[in-house]
């Protein structure tokens, strides 16, 4: 009989590897960024957070004293994988007052918006397919699509957000599974895709054959101009567009609800992707949020106002900040305001001199999918008082003269 002898404990064999896809895909750049950037002395440009002081602590509080007293079998129970009928039904009448007929069964409840791009990875795209993105385009956006073994082609445009005629173009070449947008109040730029290009781009999906992805985490957020529709609501669009939208920065972040509007199939093949992830978004959370609803239009008027002056303080300190020859844009709402500095300067390579001055804001750079505009970065607007934008503008100039 053949005995096999125990390994001596000094021999320890290699682990497997990881999978390819946790090997190939870096983490953000952003999170590097906000990691340096903690000290709080710093003036931080950089972060995406909503002002933490506007909160509606005591508004969201009594949601959940009121959820947790009245239904705490329910609230702290599982749910299903679609979400609590309550709040489906709610968002449901939210959105269709918004120009866009919706039922709660056209919902899926998700973990932040973010969770829903990762659902829609996992049920529209196999390794090797392509997704066309805005250039430049939400930065967690292309680390999901990446994540998902997905080959990410930019599509050409200008201040004023994507070509509708490039798009086709790129659609009939590349032959790609999705075409990936945040048309208004975009994330880094803060620009909004006008009316007529949102109809040419539902043309093209229609014409072509083509999935949109329509995420839509900032539309609440406008402080002029009139609102434009989404493009989920042009003809043609309705049974290949999904609709991505979030409470983060209209209610709180850490509540982590989003949600996925999208049609039957995709919607169902999402179900079972999240099923697998998490099995549903929690229920105290759900019902919380449901129960805020009635107050939410007030509580956004009211921080709206307040990030309005935040974004005039910030256009009103930008000429004397950055050098001769920028140029930025005015944001009609959202969080962010996009500049370009003269060629000859490299915002990734400036970035830890400016950092010594105590103000940070995050390069351009990482947001592209293509090239990358080196002399790009973008600045958030809404986490600082007009007299804290006032003093890290001029630290920022300070940084940039240095």
């Not at 120009?99 to 973990?111: E, F, K, M, R, V």
């Not at 985490?217 to 406008?222: A, D, I, N, Q, S």
């Not at 290949?240 to 509540?255: D, Q, Y």
Request: net charge neutral; proline share 8%.
């Amino acid at each position: 009989m053949t005995v096999i002898q125990p390994a001596p404990h000094h021999a320890r064999a290699v682990v497997p590897p990881l999978a390819t896809r946790a090997r190939s895909v870096g983490g953000s750049p952003l999170r590097d960024i906000l990691a340096v950037t903690a000290r709080p002395e710093v003036i931080n440009f950089a972060g995406g957070l909503p002002a933490p002081e506007l909160f509606d602590r005591e508004g969201i509080a009594a949601a959940f004293r009121d959820v947790l007293a009245e239904t705490p079998g329910r609230a702290l129970q599982y749910a299903t994988t679609e979400g609590e009928p309550s709040l489906r039904t709610g968002l449901a009448a939210r959105i269709s007052a918004r120009g866009l007929a919706t039922d709660a069964d056209d919902l899926l409840i998700t973990t932040g918006s973010q969770q829903g791009l990762s659902l829609l990875a996992t049920a529209l795209l196999d390794p090797g397919d392509t997704v066309l993105v805005e250039d430049p385009c939400y930065l967690a956006a292309l680390q999901a699509f990446g994540f998902a073994g997905a080959r990410v082609v930019a599509v050409p445009g200008d201040a004023h957000g994507v070509d509708a005629r490039a798009l086709e173009e790129l659609v009939v070449r590349e032959r790609p599974k999705f075409f990936y947008t945040v048309p208004t109040f975009q994330n880094p730029t803060g620009r909004t895709l006008p009316a007529e290009r949102r109809e040419a781009v539902a043309e093209v999906a229609v014409r072509c054959g083509l999935w949109i992805v329509e995420d839509d985490p900032y539309g609440e957020l406008r402080y002029e101009g009139e609102r434009v529709p989404w493009i989920a609501s042009y003809p043609g669009a309705e049974d290949r567009t999904a609709l991505l939208g979030s409470f983060s920065k209209v209610m709180a972040p850490g509540i982590r609800v989003g949600w996925l509007r999208a049609p039957a199939a995709l919607r169902r093949a999402c179900v079972v992707a999240k099923q697998a992830a998490d099995l549903h978004t929690p229920t105290v959370n759900q019902l919380a949020a449901a129960r805020y609803l009635t107050g939410l239009d007030a509580h956004v008027a009211r921080v709206r106002d307040v990030y309005r002056e935040r974004r005039d303080a910030m256009l009103a300190g930008l000429p004397g900040a950055l050098p001769e020859g920028s140029t930025w844009n005015r944001p009609e709402g959202g969080m962010f305001l996009w500049a370009r500095l003269p060629e000859s300067y490299d915002t990734t390579a400036l970035l830890p001199k400016v950092v010594e001055h105590d103000v940070a804001y995050v390069p351009g750079a990482p947001f592209y999918a293509g090239e990358p505009d080196r002399s790009t970065l973008r600045l958030c607007f809404v986490t600082q008082t007009p007299q804290e934008i006032g003093a890290g503008l001029e630290r920022l100039g300070r940084g940039l003269r240095s």
